[in-house]
């Protein structure tokens, strides 16, 4: 078994996994953290959307050699670490306009929407309708206009 280190929520991290071992069921069944969901273990569904170096993957579809020991790995439980708060401002949009039914999908639904702000920041603009009709995560419950919302009213804050 091979030793795998990188940086998880802001913490350097060693786990000892096989090397095709997918990322997601290192951070749920060896780390133990389970905000990243299961859902299609193929990149589909993006339940376990997660964040590695600040921009958005699915940890399903990455086995875990693939990571490197200067990747940093964020996952919803330390997203509001990156802004020094209790919530990040896009979960607390999500909980001001009551987006989730059963909250599944919603870890994921938030960390896309975390990056995706992001990268129209980086590229000098606002949050638009065409950033969010690329966003591909999945929603068994249909809530896509309160997550659309919630994205932008978040972006406002971030």
């Known amino acids: 078994m091979a030793s795998h280190t990188f940086k998880l929520n802001g913490e350097q991290i060693t786990v000892e996994a096989e090397d095709d071992v997918r990322l997601l069921w290192v951070l749920r069944d060896l780390l133990g953290v389970t905000g990243p969901k299961y859902g299609c273990g193929l990149g589909v569904c993006q339940a376990c959307t997660s964040h590695i170096n600040g921009k958005a993957f699915n940890p399903c579809s990455v086995p875990v ?25 896009m979960q607390e949009a999500w909980l001001d306009l009551d987006v989730a039914q059963c909250g599944y999908c919603q870890p994921g639904q938030i960390m896309t ?8 920041a980086a590229e000098g603009r ?3 309708d065409r950033d969010l009709d690329e966003i591909r995560n999945i929603c068994r419950c249909g809530t896509y206009n309160r997550i659309r919302d919630a994205i932008r009213a978040g972006a406002k804050k971030m």
Do not use: F, Y
Not at 67 to 74: G, H, K, R
Not at 113 to 120: E, F, I, L, S
């Open 65 to 89: 050699s693939k990571v490197a020991p200067d990747d940093e790995i964020t996952t919803i439980e330390g997203l509001p670490a990156t802004v020094g708060k209790d919530l990040h401002p």
């Open 113 to 120: 929407a975390v990056a995706k702000v992001r990268q129209a």
């Open 126 to 128: 606002e949050i638009e």
